[in-house]
């Protein structure tokens, strides 16, 4: 698999190198808070969250709907901004990048997989995959023998030629996972991934994610309703009320996880 290497950028961060048992953190948020206001009212999902996720983890994030899972993977991966605090990525405060720092962050730094792909579905896979390729100025046939390498990784070696839009759900998420890790970024940012799929290729999404972990040294984040995938991540997040809180990884089957059920952490007193 050829990784894109050519970046004179110095916030990326090379963790790809980095052998992930080291504790060396990759991403850290300081009093972390999104407050948004709509004509009189105010809600504020994220409220002071204070957490760092090491190198080579795999952290998932639970909570009901509307706590405000997405509202923090949009703050991580710089698509959105905190009403005040900072995220840290490789040591580097996100809110110091200029504009065109968190244009490489996004579309090196940071792979993006959501419940709906966002593919374009008049577009062959290849095409798709190759588009951030295209974006950081790779040429367009060493771009597509690059996205081809890819969906081979993928499983979809004989669909690369397929528009988009012809794929099954299950397919269109693996172009989608594709296409976030296509430029080696460090970090993966998942929200709700399995979220449209039946159970059988919900695992099979949940297992090429965990295997793409490992083979490409990423640190990824999961944001999930899926609490038997969940319960397979090294560490469970629980995010309600604007905090976020460990929840260690004996989630009890199909019951909704609280903080006062919580078993052991893994990292006693680590968020
Ligand atoms: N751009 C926005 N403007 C106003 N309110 C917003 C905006 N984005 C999110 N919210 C509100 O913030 C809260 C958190 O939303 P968010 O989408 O982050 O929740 P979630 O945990 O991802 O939910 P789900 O599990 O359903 O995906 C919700 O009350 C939502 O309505
Ligand atoms: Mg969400």
Same mark, same amino acid.
């Given at each position: 698999?050829?990784?894109? #290497? ?64 997405? #509202? ?73 023998? #690059? ?46 991934? #399995? ?77």
């Amino acid at each position: 698999m050829q990784t894109q #290497t050519n970046s004179s950028v110095a916030i990326l961060d090379d963790s790809r190198s980095v052998d992930p048992r080291t504790s060396a953190i990759l991403l850290r948020c300081d009093s972390l808070r999104k407050t948004f206001r709509s004509g009189t009212q105010e809600i504020t999902p994220i409220d002071g969250l204070d957490f760092s996720i090491e190198r080579g983890e795999t952290v998932s994030i639970v909570g009901p709907s509307g706590t405000g899972k997405s #509202t923090l993977l949009h703050m991580l991966a710089a698509l959105d901004t905190p009403t005040s605090g900072t995220v840290y990525f490789g040591g580097n405060s996100l809110q110091s990048f200029s504009e065109a720092e968190l244009a490489e962050y996004r579309n090196r730094a940071v792979g993006l997989v959501w419940q709906r792909h966002h593919l374009l579905p008049d577009f062959t896979a290849a095409e798709n995959v190759a588009m951030p390729l295209l974006v950081r100025g790779v040429g367009l046939g060493q771009a597509l023998r #690059t996205a081809g390498e890819w969906l081979a990784e993928v499983g979809l070696a004989s669909r690369t030629e397929q528009r988009a839009g012809e794929l099954s759900g299950g397919e269109q998420q693996r172009v989608a996972i594709a296409r976030a890790l296509v430029n080696g970024p460090a970090l993966l940012l998942a929200d709700e991934p #399995t979220g449209d799929l039946d159970e059988r290729s919900a695992e099979n999404i949940f297992e090429l994610m965990q295997r793409l972990h490992g083979s490409h040294h990423l640190t990824s984040i999961l944001a999930t309703h899926n609490l038997s995938l969940a319960r397979r991540t090294d560490r469970v997040l629980i995010l309600e009320h604007g905090k976020l809180a460990p929840i260690g990884n004996t989630l009890a089957g199909s019951a909704a996880p609280s903080v006062a059920s919580a078993g052991p952490t893994k990292t006693p007193g680590r968020v």
